[in-house]
C-alpha cells in the first residue's frame, strides 16, 4: 500500500557532496517519523538521521555537522544533504518512515516501510 522511492547515490570524492532524496507513494493519510540508515558491507544496519513531522532532528554522532536532514510534509518526501563527506560514509542508505495509510472501507493502518536502498560510495 505504500512504497518508499529513493534516489541521489553514487559514487564522490572525499571532501565531496551528495543529496539523497526519499519520496513516499500510496493511500498516506500521515507519515509520523521519517529517517535515514546506513549499512556498510559486513555491518549492522545503523541509523543515520531522523526527523520528526514537527522538524525535530536526531543525528548520529558521526554525522554531526557535516550531514544535515529534512523533510516535506506536503510532498510526503524526506532528503539528507551529506557534506564532506568521508570514506568510511560509504554504505548503502535506506529511508525509513512510519506511515499511517487508508485502506478500503476508510480505516486507517499504521506501519513501518523501508526503501530498496541507494549506494553511496565515498572514495577517490
Known amino acids: 500500500q505504500v512504497q518508499l522511492v529513493e534516489s541521489g547515490g553514487g559514487l564522490v570524492q572525499p571532501g565531496g557532496s551528495l543529496r539523497l532524496s526519499c519520496a513516499a507513494f500510496?493511500?498516506?493519510?500521515?507519515?509520523?517519523?521519517m529517517g535515514w540508515y546506513r549499512q556498510a558491507p559486513g555491518k549492522q544496519r545503523d541509523l543515520v538521521a531522523t526527523i520528526t513531522r514537527g522538524g525535530t532532528t536526531v543525528q548520529a554522532d558521526s554525522v554531526k555537522g557535516r550531514f544535515t536532514i529534512s523533510r516535506d510534509n506536503a510532498k510526503n518526501t524526506v532528503s539528507l544533504q551529506m557534506n564532506s563527506l568521508k570514506p568510511e560514509d560509504t554504505a548503502v542508505y535506506y529511508c525509513?518512515?512510519?506511515?499511517?495509510?487508508?485502506?478500503?472501507?476508510?480505516?486507517?493502518?499504521?506501519?513501518?516501510?523501508w526503501g530498496q536502498g541507494t549506494q553511496v560510495t565515498v572514495s577517490s
Open positions: 525509513n518512515a512510519d506511515v499511517v495509510y487508508v485502506v478500503a472501507g476508510g480505516g486507517r493502518v499504521r506501519n513501518n516501510y
Open positions: 500510496g493511500s498516506i493519510f500521515s507519515i509520523n517519523d
